[in-house]
């Protein structure tokens, strides 16, 4: 019998950013101290002020830092933690990483090696899922990684092909072959990514998917290993495989997809023996659902779940890992109204999403029913070029999906942001478009209708007078131009 591990007293976060702070806050509200375990290029942020204890593990370079095992396993173990959450990225999907931390006596937060290998593994969780049943998009998930092999594979499939990672998700490592003329190069880029994101080369193939929605689905299993769902996301929009905007649930499917999405999802993560927060990806097209991979950890978007559904996803994480939470059969889970989440990144829109670095200015996120904030960077913070330029997300709930989307825009337009560009009046004119509006949209709507740079806005000559005051006001009355040179409010205004 497996040995539980009781109460966690300290528990280590290999991470940083918003997501360092969602894990701060449920600790906390559980009575547990926090060790952030962080780069030298992360001391100007929200979540080193806030755990109880930091640990610097090395430089900015993440395969120095936050990708390196020793570095994370020695942190924790140095600060006395009992347990480490990897949050989501960096090591989170690494079987390694959770095998060496329980090797030196200490808690994984989150699935066990061998589930990681079977289910995080893409290439691994197909062969499984074939014989569980489900369906899967054509492709190659072979042993041979040479580069000519796999191009073979991909005509043999025919283009246009997608490349991924095999040991990664969020779309790193993941590249469009339209032509056999460029597949060489991208398999190759492709498999650089995948080293440097998720420390393997290995890569897999599938057939395109050209008007496919991405539907997901929240899986957990408790402490016993009883798997159930949470129900569904939408999250089509996305940008060079990236998502941008999540939705719980989605306004696709219909009450039997959803059911049979469902049992697929919890038939999959059941297989695979899982414990702990997870997500089980699909892509639907033409009334037909295939499974595209499980990400064995939490997900950037789980608030929405979160919102509708009224769970606490991190704090059953560390629960479960302790051993003290299991589903209660009576308690029956239905979604409650709409939950929309934004993600913000420090990325200029004008400019075609160029990122956009700097020290951060007077940050303000307006207070209101439904309304959820969760960011990394306060005023006086820099924004670095080290890391993935998102800074916040903004997370909305409302009772149906049509006011959720007002909300959302209201939201985003009274958001003030100075110092840095962000992608705000990108996301409103997203949030905007009719085929948002109508839910209908796929994973090609943003290169279909948002490829190219937003165009700026031009002022009128009563809106520069009015700003021009605004900023003299902000200014003082210009008395200190020495100041000025150096101040984040005389660069940007993001969010108006």
């Known amino acids: 019998m497996t040995k539980m591990p009781g ?36 001391i100007n942020s929200r979540a080193y002020r806030m755990a109880t204890k930091t640990i610097c593990i090395g430089p900015a370079p993440t395969a120095e830092s936050y990708l390196s095992i020793p570095a994370n396993v020695n942190g924790a173990l140095a600060a006395g933690a009992q347990a480490i959450h990897p949050g989501f990225g960096f090591l989170s999907e690494n079987a390694d990483f959770a095998e ?3 090797k030196a006596g200490m808690t994984f937060i989150g699935p066990s090696a061998e589930s990681i290998r079977s289910l995080g ?27 000519a092999h796999l191009i073979q594979q991909a005509e043999k499939i025919g283009y246009p092909v997608i490349v991924k990672a095999a040991a990664g998700g969020g779309g790193r490592g993941m590249k469009l072959i339209t032509n056999s003329a460029d597949a060489a190069e991208l398999i190759e880029s492709a498999q650089r990514e995948a080293q440097s994101a998720f420390g393997s080369p290995k890569v897999f193939l599938e057939k395109y998917l050209d008007r496919a929605k ?6 957990f299993g408790d402490s016993s290993g009883q798997v159930i769902h949470f129900f569904d996301r939408e999250c089509s929009v996305q940008r060079r495989h990236q998502k941008i905007i999540e939705e719980a649930t989605s306004p696709s499917l219909t009450d039997d997809l959803r059911r049979r999405m469902g049992e697929a999802a919890c038939a999959i993560a059941t297989v695979g023996k899982y414990k702990g927060a997870g997500t089980v990806e699909f892509l639907l097209q033409d009334g037909e659902f295939y499974l595209l991979e499980v990400n064995t950890r939490l997900q950037v978007e789980h608030p929405v779940t979160e919102e509708v559904m ?13 051993g003290d939470f299991i589903h209660d059969p009576k308690q029956v889970r239905i979604p409650r109204g709409h939950s929309i989440e934004c993600r913000i990144y420090a990325e200029n829109p004008f400019m075609g999403g160029v990122p956009s670095t700097g020290l951060l200015g007077h940050v303000e996120w307006p207070e209101g029913p439904g309304r959820r ?18 800074i916040a997300k903004v997370i909305v709930w409302d009772e149906n999906r049509p006011r959720a989307i007002q909300k959302m825009i209201r939201v985003l337009k009274d958001s003030v942001v100075f110092g840095v560009h962000t992608n705000i009046p990108y996301l409103i004119e997203i949030l ?41 006001q902000l200014r003082g009355g210009g008395a200190s131009e020495a100041a000025m040179a150096t101040s984040p409010w005389s660069s940007f205004w993001r969010g108006i």
């Open 214 to 219: 991405h539907i997901e689905f929240q899986i």
């Open 373 to 390: 904030y969760e960011y990394g960077f306060d005023q006086g913070d820099v924004i670095t070029p080290f890391y993935d330029p998102m």
């Open 432 to 472: 905007s478009h009719k085929e948002f509006v109508m839910g209908t949209m796929t994973t090609r709507f943003i290169e279909t209708y948002f490829a190219e740079a937003l165009k700026e806005p031009a002022l009128s000559e009563t809106e520069k007078k009015i700003a021009e005051g605004a900023l003299l």
């Open 7 to 42: 109460k966690f007293s300290r528990i280590a976060i290999a991470n940083r950013g918003e997501v360092a702070v969602r894990i701060i806050k449920a600790c906390e509200e559980l009575g547990i101290e926090t060790v952030l375990l962080h780069s030298e290029a992360d």
């Open 100 to 102: 060496a931390v329980e």
């Open 121 to 147: 593994d893409k290439v691994h969780c197909k062969e499984l899922a074939k014989k569980a049943g489900l369906p899967l998009v054509p492709g190659y998930q072979g042993e041979n990684q040479e580069v």
């Open 310 to 322: 009224g769970v606490d996803l991190v704090k059953m994480q560390i629960l479960t890992a302790q």
